[in-house]
């Protein structure tokens, strides 16, 4: 018998051997072949999906939108300082920002350029929008910068920046941006004094997730007044609608020495679009002390001489 029928005879019993195992097999495969076709088919006909993405209907104030003639406008400052950053154009971009914010937050150029080299850095970025509260002729947008990892080439860059900022006005000419989390600032000048203290409040600068009050602190007597130093609890607060909060940690001493005055910034947590006021400012544990060291060890015997131990409040 030559080679090519022993080939074929192998291949026979083969077959005669595992008929049943191949026939199955091939059912098998014939199914799973013609339900992929199938669903092959019914994938093509569906339709394209939609997705919810709306750069300007507000997450916070739900189906809020922007008004639609300010939309474009708005995505166009923005790109236009997002690519002037990306650039390097620096300068260009700190022009599109409001007075308000420059002020207030950014009082030179330096420090913004600082700020914007610190997030784009070297590398190009990308970015995406999105609209998150709308207050009055304040329209507050989250945006996310990411590393462009097609432009630069690399698979690293899989952090992001994120931050709130603000556009304000009411006319697509006149809006201006506001960044790091900064929405205004207002005047208040409201004050409370007695025999000893004057506090008079100046002003506060509005972020997104806190205000801060710029605070005179003037002693009218001829010994230290003491009002903060992280010995007592709760020194000092506000009252924000239902809740009484204390001031953002750390703030250091605040300690007048006799006939002298200080002007304090004082931060608290305060969510710009939660619906909340702030009512009063707290200062709960004013020590007027015959003497006062600032040492741990003397501490208590100071307390214990003190001239006068109360509390003052501002309405605002």
């Known amino acids: 018998m030559n080679y090519r029928a022993k080939i074929q005879l192998k291949i026979r019993d083969f077959y005669q051997k595992y008929k049943l195992i191949i026939f199955i097999v091939l059912i098998i495969w014939t199914c799973i072949f013609v339900i992929n076709r199938f669903l092959g088919n019914q994938n093509n006909n569906l339709l394209t999906p939609k997705t919810t993405y709306d750069p300007h209907v507000s997450v916070m104030n739900t189906n809020k939108e922007v008004p639609e003639k300010l939309q474009q406008p708005i995505q166009t400052i923005i790109d236009t300082y997002f690519n002037h950053c990306n650039n390097g154009e620096f300068q260009k971009a700190y ?9 207030n937050y950014f009082t030179s150029y330096k420090l913004f350029e600082n700020y914007a080299k610190e997030i784009f850095g070297n590398t190009k970025k990308i970015y995406n929008i999105q609209s ?37 006005g ?18 208040i000048n409201i004050f409370a004094e007695d025999e000893y203290l004057k506090i008079e409040v100046l002003g506060k600068t509005v972020k997104y997730d806190s205000e801060i009050y710029n605070v005179k602190f003037t ?32 703030i250091g001493n605040i300690t007048l020495s006799p006939n002298s005055t200080q002007i304090r910034n004082l931060e608290f ?16 544990a004013i020590r007027v002390l015959q003497s006062y060291s600032g040492e741990s060890s003397k501490y208590e015997q100071e307390i214990n001489n003190a001239i006068k131990l109360y509390s003052l409040t501002l309405n605002m």
């Open 132 to 168: 998150y509260s709308n207050l009055d002729n304040t329209y507050i947008y989250k945006i996310k910068i990411l590393e462009d990892i097609l432009a630069n080439g690399t698979t690293t860059g899989y952090g992001y920046y994120e931050e709130k900022i603000t556009i304000k």
């Open 170 to 187: 009411d006319d697509s000419n006149n809006l201006k941006i506001n960044i790091g989390n900064f929405v205004s600032k207002e005047n």
């Open 95 to 103: 022009d599109l920002i409001s007075e308000e914010c420059k002020s």
């Open 269 to 284: 947590t305060k969510f710009v679009d939660d619906g909340k006021k702030s009512d009063v400012l707290i200062f709960n």
């Open 219 to 250: 002693n009218k007597s001829e010994y230290p007044i003491v009002l903060a130093n992280n010995k007592e609890e709760f020194e000092i607060g506000i009252y924000i609608g239902d809740q009484t909060r204390a001031i953002n940690l750390p």
